[in-house]
């Protein structure tokens, strides 16, 4: 069992105990109970129109004043009109149901399908809330994919400003409520909107307040201050019970629910409070947090179809071939010219329509095949993969350029307990670097001149390295990766070090690999460039994309839901940002990172996959360095300038991330700070915002609780410190995660380019000399022993292709304002500039990914950096920035 600290990320989730809901219902059954409804209710709604029911669920409201009749006394009176636009969604998965959908019998129904109740943002002359009036929600017009329904309110003229809305669905299923409208007659300001985008669930009273003005807490009018606790109270929930589907509870837990030991020991899996959780079929997410319907279809739809149906296949094809690997590349290539068969099951003919790039047949009827469209870099130049260079520039133009550093010290010295894990000091010595750099300067004046990087994947190898060699089909090194910067801003790769620890049976190995001009010391480089690919990918999936994006982001949506009220500012910022993450990290829980999952399956650490990124959260992650000018600083690239553009001056001029990564950075920072200092203006007005504090408090207390008293972690006093710690948070969600995802195909989707696991030791590493004249009489064999096996490669690939994709409502960054921005007007300009900047952006990517002298970005087969473009269609398309973590 690890120590509490090792697996500490885990802190960050989901409810206690999520609940076995059963499916939701189809399209056909929810619409005929709504037909037979509606013709059982018009005669009854005439005499009844006026009733209201007062049957509340519990966690929900309960107020008198919101449910008791109206009581309006005064004589002047003005009509309102209210349009409810409904989505026709109900549950949420009957976009992928063939039902015709017969709406036309529905037309013209008047049943009360909504209950609308208006709340005064004021208060009566006695010091309580006004009564509030209502009126029940009729349908007007039948739209695609929606239906508009009226309400009309009569409104005293005392009444006051309209804050909030409840609104109680009648029906027995639940709706998704898109918006409201309302309108006073003889009211020349702009209509009220209250941007809902909501599931209502049957019977139960939901407050939706108004869009067009968003309230700090101490600015709360008094009709609405009862109403905003109420509804952090509910979000918060009580610490208890079992989640419900339709509960939109936001609370934190540990992930104890990964392992499965009751189906198997094997399956058992280290969690905090030592007790695994039964497993279910799916993962509680609070209600409003699930995807669209056309995000359910064009990305999760397509990752269960993938994992439940077509991998399954794949691996009943496979049966006995499990863990063979490919016999030669040309057998690699057929993944792409021919394809693999798949048995002849149902499922298969499913996928076909779900991933038709993954799932083809060769003829109508015919035998289904697994066949994968050719990743760009490899189309472009079928080698790149194998030379130096191209190793060298995907270090900072490839899927995982957020590793590289500058060496500032040598000789390069572990921080590992020698007296376990051996000699701290590296073999790379500075006799080996001034050999490699033929002489043109000694190791202190490439440190002096900034000369020196390195990709270190030792310290947090290192531990695991025995414990991986124990699965089966396995191996694992510790590496070192040194590299020398040219002239030309690019990089040469001139040693690696790799090392096996010693154990109670074998003593330590480790040497160093060199490039080289001789057959044998040529193919043993190409062997160590392999396990160091393999250790950047198992880093780039583990650390760079699920823990510091999808795992550290779920916790400032929890406290942001459980603290800031839906008529913050700071909410109303931020929620874009926050969109659709934990619905996502849900399903990665349930089918990518639990035991036996794809990622288990498919990458080197295997079971301990989990427990090497807690140690990476452990030891790496702190808040204030995931702001990407602290990160680059942090690693070396980047020094402060106030000369320079952004003020930091690039180590590496033609770093591809790091510059177009800025350019964003700069575009955020600017309007999260002109929003900033619209409500807030002065550091004072920061400080006494309770449920700002709550929230930052929050997040560092409970959703890394672990790290709480560290003391990196920035104040919140300034307009300046929330400037800083929003933008940290949304480049996070939209740039970081963008450039770690969307180019998983690209750059691994030809594995031998970046394979996702290691089968073989190098051939030198105790090796007895029949297997060295095997390496000798064919060293392409030993390289293909090493790559993953046919069925981890298939499993792998059509993961990274469905996950590099953009769905057809992608929501990309600063393309579309937010409705409550767009009732501000001051908030709306700063939103335009930072889409027009946005959009300028794009046009200076364009010009650098076609200016020959960046040579990290333009040459000869070399794919463009696209993947900081702004914007794109749907598709792998290697570019394209969404506003959140949805994928």
């Not at 929810?30 to 209201?52: C, D, E, G, I, L």
């Not at 009360?112 to 007007?140: I, M, N, Y």
């Not at 000018?629 to 770093?655: F, N, S, W």
């Not at 031998?752 to 000399?769: G, K, L, Q």
Request: aromatic residues 10%; glycine residues 6%.
């Amino acid at each position: 069992m690890l120590k509490q600290a090792v697996l500490q990320p885990s802190l960050l989730f989901f409810p206690l105990h999520p609940s076995l809901p059963g499916a939701r219902a189809s399209s056909v059954v929810a619409f005929s109970q709504h037909r037979q409804w509606r013709s059982q209710s018009r005669q009854n709604n005439r005499n009844n129109n006026n009733k209201v029911r007062c049957a509340v669920a519990a966690n929900e409201y309960s107020s008198p004043s919101l449910l008791e009749q109206p009581t309006f006394v005064a004589k002047s009176r003005r009509p309102a009109k209210t349009t409810v636009i409904v989505l026709l969604t109900i549950g949420g998965e009957f976009a992928q149901t063939e039902t015709t959908r017969e709406l036309d019998d529905i037309n013209g129904m008047n049943g009360p399908t909504l209950q609308l109740k208006l709340v005064s943002a004021d208060l009566d002359q006695t010091g309580s809330e006004k009564k509030t009036g209502a009126a029940f929600a009729h349908e007007a017009k039948l739209g695609i994919g929606s239906i508009t329904y009226e309400a009309t309110f009569s409104v005293p003229a005392n009444f006051g400003k309209i804050g909030a809305v409840v609104v109680r669905n009648e029906l027995d299923n639940e709706l998704f409520l898109k918006d409201i409208v309302l309108k006073i007659d003889g009211d020349d300001s702009a209509p009220l909107l209250f941007d809902c985008k909501s599931w209502l669930h049957s019977k139960f009273d939901r407050v939706f307040f108004t869009s067009n003005k968003s309230y700090l807490p101490s600015e709360t009018p008094a009709g609405l201050v009862r109403l905003r606790k109420q509804e952090l109270q509910i979000l918060r929930g009580y610490g208890i019970g079992e989640r419900k589907k339709f509960e939109r509870i936001y609370d934190y837990d540990v992930y104890n629910d990964l392992g499965n030991p009751d189906s198997n020991p094997g399956l058992a899996r280290p969690v905090l409070d030592r007790k695994s959780e039964q497993r279910s079929a799916t993962v509680y997410v609070p209600r409003d947090e699930g995807f669209s319907e056309v995000k359910q279809e064009q990305s999760l739809l397509k990752l269960r179809s993938v994992i439940h149906d077509l991998l399954p296949s794949v691996e009943a094809g496979l049966v006995d071939l499990r863990m063979v690997g490919f016999p030669s590349f040309t057998a690699i290539d057929a993944l792409f010219n021919e394809g693999l068969p798949l048995p002849p099951q149902d499922s298969t003919h499913t996928c076909r329509t779900i991933v038709p790039r993954l799932v083809k047949a060769i003829t109508a009827g015919a035998q289904n095949i697994l066949q994968f469209e050719l990743p760009e870099m490899v189309d472009r130049d079928k080698f790149s993969w194998f030379r130096d260079e191209e190793f060298a520039r995907q270090t900072l133009a490839g899927f995982n350029p957020l590793n590289i550093q500058l060496v500032t010290e040598f000789p390069l010295v572990s921080k590992l307990d020698p007296s376990i894990y051996g000699p701290p000091e590296s073999l790379i010595t500075a006799e080996l670097i001034e050999r490699e750099i033929k002489g043109v300067m000694t190791v202190d004046e490439a440190l002096e001149q900034k000369k020196l990087f390195i990709l270190d994947y030792h310290d947090l190898l290192l531990p695991f390295v025995h414990k991986v060699r124990e699965l089966e089909d396995s191996t694992l090194y510790a590496s070192r990766t040194l590299f020398f910067l040219t002239q030309e801003s690019t990089l040469r790769p001139i040693a690696i070090e790799l090392t096996r620890p010693a154990s109670s049976k074998q003593p330590q190995w480790r040497q160093v690999f060199t490039p080289c001009w001789e057959a044998t010391g040529f193919w043993l480089w190409r062997l160590a460039k392999a396990h160091v690919a393999v250790h950047d990918s198992v880093y780039h999936q583990l650390v760079s994309h699920w823990l510091r994006t999808h795992c550290c982001v779920e916790p400032y949506i929890i406290a942001a839901n459980r603290q800031l009220s839906q008529m913050h500012p700071i909410y109303r910022l931020m929620h874009p940002y926050f969109r659709y993450t934990m619905e996502i990290n849900a399903f990665a829980r349930a089918s990518l990172i639990n035991a036996n999952g794809i990622i288990e399956q498919t990458f080197s650490p295997g079971k301990y996959s989990m427990e090497l990124s807690s140690a990476a959260y452990d030891k790496l992650w702190r808040f204030d360095m995931e702001a990407l000018p602290a990160d680059l600083i942090r690693r070396g690239m980047a020094v402060e300038d106030p000369e320079a553009e952004h003020g930091l001056r690039l180590t590496i001029d033609d770093y591809p991330y790091a510059k177009d990564g800025l350019l964003i950075w700069s575009a955020i920072e600017q309007w999260v700070a002109d929003y900033v200092g619209h409500y807030y203006p002065s550091p004072a007005d920061v400080a006494a915002d309770s449920e700002l504090q709550s929230w930052w408090t929050e997040v560092r207390t409970k959703g890394h609780a672990d790290k709480q008293h560290e003391p990196w972690w920035p104040s919140l006093n300034t307009q300046a410190d929330l400037v800083r710690i929003l933008t940290t948070i949304i480049w996070v969600a939209s740039g970081h995660h963008a450039a770690v995802n969307f180019g998983q195909y690209h750059f691994a989707g030809y594995f031998p380019n970046h394979p996702s696991i290691a089968r073989a030791n190098m051939p030198v590493e105790d090796a007895e000399e029949d297997d060295l004249a095997a390496f000798r009489a064919k060293p392409e064999a030993a390289l293909l022993r090493c790559f993953p096996s046919i069925l981890q490669a298939a499993q792998v690939m059509a993961i990274q292709d469905v996950m590099s994709a953009h769905s057809l409502d992608e929501e990309y960054l600063g393309k579309d304002a937010e409705a409550a921005w767009t009732k501000n007007p001051v908030v709306y300009a700063a939103f335009e500039r930072f889409n027009g900047r946005l959009r300028v952006i794009e046009g200076i990517i364009d010009a650098r990914n076609a200016d020959p002298r960046l040579k990290n970005r333009c040459g000869a087969g070399i794919v463009p950096y696209q993947l900081l473009k702004l914007y794109s269609g749907p598709g792998v398309t290697g570019m394209g920035v969404p506003n959140s973590i949805s994928i």
